[in-house]
Nanobody, 116 residues
Framework: QVQPVESGGGSVQAGGSLRLSCAAS?????MGWFRQAPGKERERVAIIDRSGESIYADSVKGRFTVSKDNAKNTLFLQMNSLKPEDTAMYSC?????????????WGQGTQVTVSS
């Protein structure tokens, strides 16, 4: 059983930065960050596999950077130039499969609030 645990959320002003971390308790192949704002559908922010290949949502390209420490099964999300529309609950997801198609382990989430 892989249990992701997020940390690093908080409140910041627009233009600021935050770094999220997610520690998984076991082997992971693919990990990713998702976010959900009140009244909106969950959005995939960024995913990365063990080879380092990553995919970003258009809304965060150039501002967010996802990285993964395979040895520690830890995922990071460096968020720069934050905007109020980035405000959401950010959740970490992981799988132990051989692709990034689908995640079966989810963390509880960490809140990110960006004020204007």
């Amino acid at each position: 059983q892989v249990q992701p645990v997020e940390s690093g959320g908080g409140s910041v002003q627009a233009g600021g930065s935050l770094r999220l971390s997610c520690a998984a308790s076991g082997y992971t192949y693919c990990m990713g960050w998702f976010r959900q704002a009140p009244g909106k559908e969950r959005e995939r922010v960024a995913i990365i596999d063990r080879s380092g290949e990553s995919i970003y949502a258009d809304s965060v390209k150039g501002r967010f950077t996802v990285s993964k420490d395979n040895a520690k099964n830890t995922l990071f999300l460096q968020m720069n130039s934050l905007k109020p529309e980035d405000t959401a609950m950010y959740s970490c997801a992981a799988n132990a499969r051989t692709s990034c198609l689908g995640f079966n382990y989810w963390g509880q989430g960490t809140q990110v609030t960006v004020s204007s």
